[in-house]
């Protein structure tokens, strides 16, 4: 897979991290109706369902695989914290932060056999991801999203990202901008 560039008429450049394997949800405890309002989250599978996020939701330590399933965070009040965490998105997932906030950090060393240290976020689907108002993130760690489209809209607070973001493209709309605080995670071509 190739990526485009942040900056006009650079070429795209090859996935660093395309030969990763994805965590495998064999042996996970299976959720498919997780509480929306204030409430922790353990490991496993979140599988064929959705949930509208409206208060805080704590992530415990460890992988949490996203099969047929959706996350949306409500208009007001919506956050998702975790550390020590890995929030992969299947193909057939999405995820909708809306005017939510996120803060969450990886694990120092690959939740799984075979994966990449550090990685926080891994978003599968190509399907474009849109943060509008005034959206407050904070991830540590890596940033996949391949193939996806980042959308900030309206002025949301400074979306920071503590190491590295790895995705389609970033359109910033508004006051919106992005804090990328580098951290040598993953192996890329640089642009000069």
């Given at each position: 897979m190739l990526f485009r560039s942040m900056r006009a008429n650079i070429a795209p450049i090859d996935d660093p991290l395309g030969s990763i394997a994805p965590p495998s949800p064999s042996g996970m405890n299976v959720y498919t109706n997780p509480c929306s309002n204030g409430c922790t989250w353990y490991p496993g599978v979140y599988?064929?369902?959705?949930?509208?996020?409206?208060?805080?939701?704590?992530?415990?330590?460890?992988?949490?695989?996203?099969?047929?399933?959706?996350?949306?965070?409500?208009?007001?009040?919506?956050?998702?914290?975790?550390?020590?965490?890995?929030?992969?998105?299947?193909?057939?997932?999405?995820?909708?932060?809306?005017?939510g906030e996120m803060y969450v950090t990886a694990a120092p060393s690959s939740l799984y056999p075979g994966g990449k240290d550090g990685m926080v976020f891994w978003y599968a689907n190509c399907n474009k991801i849109v943060s509008r108002g005034n959206t407050d993130y904070y991830f540590e760690g890596i940033y996949y999203a391949p193939c996806a489209d980042l959308e900030f809209r309206g002025t949301p607070n400074t979306p920071v990202n503590r190491g590295q973001m790895i995705v389609g493209s970033v359109d910033m709309r508004g006051t919106g901008k992005i804090w990328i605080d580098y951290n040598h995670l993953v192996d890329t071509r640089t642009f000069e």
């Open positions: 599988r064929n369902g959705s949930v509208t996020i409206r208060n805080t939701i704590t992530l415990m330590p460890g992988i949490y695989y996203f099969d047929n399933f959706d996350i949306s965070f409500q208009n007001t009040n919506p956050r998702i914290e975790g550390n020590g965490v890995l929030l992969y998105f299947d193909e057939d997932s999405t995820f909708d932060p809306k005017n």
